[in-house]
């Protein structure tokens, strides 16, 4: 048998981690087994859908290179189909009209919630025997069995059990003759031969009623697996409309996409104390047995290791073409300064996303005005402007510019001076950086280049000169 998962999002709002973990196991599932991943547009809600976050949902799994091998399917696109299965259910009698107008159906239930009863449709209609009611809207119910019980095993939950006796005759299609998401998953499902439908818990109620209109086609029912929630770190769950960051947020936060699949393939699934994963080991390792049950909480923190993880792990080639695009995006011009390579090779031990290496980089390629006053008055001294220009006149003078030379230049000045190496470096990097933090001085100063850090150490001479002349 071939393996058919997919991905079904309704495209209601952002793609967020949640989404992207179902997304990323019903995708794992298919490769792990050879198998087939299909990407579903679910659309037929046309008040809420919208083309912004189909758009969105493409984007997001496009950048986290979750491929799909049939797809997108649009539901809006597949109503003849929908419509032809209709009619064959109210033709086998499996489905019926319903005239009941909303008013109706509202009293109905206020009744039955006045009488503590669980509120559900009393099946007013399904035994009429006309098939027209003069100027009245109607909508088409499915005829859900009324005894016995459905019973399926999750592959995550074990064997789940409802009683026919609690679910009522569900809508398939609305008075706007548009079908419904329960009955178009189930078309889609069979249509597409999918499988295995992984999706979230909040789907389980749903399954009995999907399962019952497949065994009134005679399908074949899939194996389901229902994932548990994810909580933010609050403990709230995660949700499109509330608390949820759109995935394409985290790349410009600058995440690897390898770094958020690892860190979301462990968010409800272990394969025992093994925290890093490469997508080839993912495939490979990847089961419906090990996911949890309960529920799995964000941690931030732990995404950051991971992410640090990757920019020192991945190949300085790889970060340096990724990091490019988030120069481009902060207006750094990098044909400005020293190489892509060259700089990742020297802030990545620092860096826990490319944003934050974006930020470090800007003086390696823009020139700066001193604007930290307490910066200024600590160590633009005249004391210092002494030190600084002894430094000028040594770094001119290297004719093989390279970190080891210049760290040379540094100790040597700083013996014959009797200055500590340590005040030095510092004074250095305020006048070449603009900082009191940075990688090791002297690679950072051979990264500047001879020509900009002599430019910048007599930028901050003639400062301190006008400061105290
Ligand atoms: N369209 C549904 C959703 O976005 C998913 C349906 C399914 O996976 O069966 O929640």
New binding site residues.
């Given amino acids: 048998m071939k393996i058919k998962t997919?991905?079904?999002?309704?495209p209601?709002g952002d793609l967020h981690i949640g989404?992207i973990r179902?997304a990323l196991y019903s995708w794992l599932f298919a490769r792990h087994h050879n198998g087939e991943f299909v990407l579903r547009i679910?659309d037929t809600d046309l008040q809420r859908s919208q083309k912004i976050s189909i758009d969105s949902i493409l984007q997001g799994l496009e950048w986290l290179g979750l491929n799909w091998d049939e797809g997108p399917y649009f539901q809006t696109k597949r109503l003849d189909r929908y419509k032809e299965v209709i009619n064959i259910l109210l033709e086998k009698k499996n489905a019926y009209k319903c005239f009941c107008s909303s008013q109706e159906l509202e009293e109905i239930r206020t009744n039955q919630i006045q009488k503590g009863l669980k509120p559900r449709y009393p099946g007013t209609c399904r035994n009429l025997k006309i098939n027209h009611l003069h100027n009245k809207d109607y909508v088409i119910r499915f005829k859900n069995p009324t005894t016995g019980k459905v019973i399926f095993n999750d592959k995550i939950r074990g064997d789940i059990i409802f009683d026919n006796s609690e679910l009522d005759d569900l809508i398939i299609q609305r008075s706007n003759g548009i079908p419904t998401?329960n009955f178009c998953?189930v078309i889609d499902?069979l249509d597409m031969k999918i499988t295995h439908?992984?999706?979230?818990e909040?789907?389980i109620n749903?399954t009995p009623r999907?399962i019952n209109i497949l065994k009134s086609l005679g399908a074949q029912i899939p194996i389901y697996a229902h994932l548990s929630m994810i909580l933010d770190e609050e403990g709230n769950k995660i949700s499109k409309r509330k608390n949820a960051l759109n995935i394409i947020e985290y790349y410009k936060k600058g995440f690897l996409p390898e770094a958020l699949l690892n860190y979301i393939v462990r968010l409800g699934w272990s394969h025992g104390d093994k925290e890093i994963f490469s997508l080839l080991e993912m495939k490979k390792l990847f089961n419906l047995n090990f996911i949890s049950k309960s529920s799995s909480i964000v941690n931030i923190k732990k995404l950051l290791w991971i992410n640090k993880y990757y920019i020192n792990n991945l190949s300085v080639q790889h970060i340096s073409s990724l990091l490019k695009d988030y120069m481009e995006r902060e207006k750094i011009d990098i044909h400005n300064g020293p190489s892509l390579e060259l700089l990742v090779k020297l802030l990545r031990s620092r860096c826990h996303t490319l944003k934050e290496m974006t930020e470090f980089s800007r003086y390696f390629y823009e020139e700066f005005d001193f604007s930290d006053q307490k910066l200024v008055e600590k160590y633009l001294t005249c004391n210092n402007c002494q030190i600084l220009e002894k430094i000028y006149n040594k770094l001119e003078k290297i004719l093989v510019w390279n970190h080891l030379v210049i760290s040379e230049v540094i100790n040597n000045l700083s013996k014959k001076n009797q200055i500590n190496t340590k005040e030095i470096n510092m004074i250095l990097r305020i006048v070449i950086t603009g900082n009191i933090y940075s990688p090791s001085i002297s690679s950072v100063i051979d990264l500047v280049g001879q020509k900009k850090t002599l430019l910048r150490i007599k930028k901050a001479i003639n400062y301190i000169n006008t400061l105290y002349i």
């Fill in positions: 997919r991905f079904a999002p309704s209601t989404s179902t679910e998401y998953v499902d439908v992984i999706r979230g909040d789907h749903n999907q």
